[in-house]
């Protein structure tokens, strides 16, 4: 299973295998409050693909499709088929900053590894 879940909202035990998928540390949030147990760094989107979106949501379709394209690609690819195996295996919560909670990168990837198992994502 896999779930999506702001960095800003306490961990909880349901949330299995934490994620944090943002190339940025959200601000504010101590190592000990996010409890993440891997800050997939090189899975989240471009420095320059986050600057081009600038969490602006009508750009959100072009951003998905650059996304995609860039996930479709090593490290990215391996990542996200690893992230999909664990998912099989245990609840993998997708950990983000952003303040949009549906236009957003991890959306994105959780969509990724839901196609990549086959599985359905719960928001």
């Given amino acids: 299973m896999v779930r999506v879940k702001r960095a ?14 943002d190339r940025l540390w959200p601000r504010g949030v101590t190592k000990q409050r996010a409890r993440v147990d891997l800050w997939a760094k090189d899975v989240a989107p471009s420095p320059a693909l986050r600057r081009w979106f600038d969490h602006d949501p009508a750009r959100f379709r072009e951003f998905t499709v ?11 690819r391996e990542i996200v088929a690893e992230l999909a195996r664990r998912s099989s295996e245990q609840t993998v919560t997708l950990v983000y900053g952003a303040r949009d909670e549906v236009h957003n990168g991890a ?10 198992l086959g599985a359905h994502a719960t928001f």
């Fill in 107 to 116: 959306r994105v990837l959780a969509e990724e590894m839901e196609a990549a």
């Fill in 8 to 21: 800003y909202l306490p961990a909880a035990a349901g949330d299995g295998y934490r994620v944090l998928v």
């Fill in 66 to 76: 650059r996304y995609r394209r860039e996930l479709s690609s090593s490290p990215g």
